[in-house]
């Protein structure tokens, strides 16, 4: 079971800048895709980016804010979030995905908070 550790979360205010990392406790190297989530209170978790090979997939919400990326060598996932909102505000997870499934259990995730 791999263990996960999100960290970079924090409170920013809008239209500024946060870069999350996700490490795993083991390699990635053989998991072909790597998704960002978020839930925001009184919500359900989404799923907001997905790296899957050279491949990336973003939610409407944030498409041409927020680039995911992935360091096998580090077992580490990246997500740049720009031109944070109000609405951003929730805390962030990472996980493996296989056929739309998550393939390990949740870390304990990195609160994000956009506010003025």
């Known amino acids: 079971q791999v263990q996960l550790v999100e960290s970079g979360g924090g409170l920013v205010q809008p239209g500024g800048s946060l870069r999350l990392s996700c490490a795993a406790s083991?390699?990635?190297?053989?998991?072909?895709?790597m998704g960002w989530y978020r839930q925001a209170p009184g919500q359900q978790r989404e799923l907001v980016a997905l790296i899957s090979g050279r491949s990336t997939n973003y939610a409407d919400s944030v498409k041409g804010r927020f680039t995911i990326s992935r360091d096998n060598a580090k077992n580490t996932v990246y997500l740049q979030m720009n031109s944070l909102k109000p609405e951003d505000t929730a805390v962030y997870y990472c996980?493996?995905?296989?056929?739309?499934?998550?393939?390990w259990g949740w870390g304990q995730g990195t609160q994000v908070t956009v506010s003025s």
């Open positions: 083991g390699s990635i190297d053989t998991i072909k895709a």
């Open positions: 996980n493996g995905v296989w056929n739309g499934v998550t393939m």
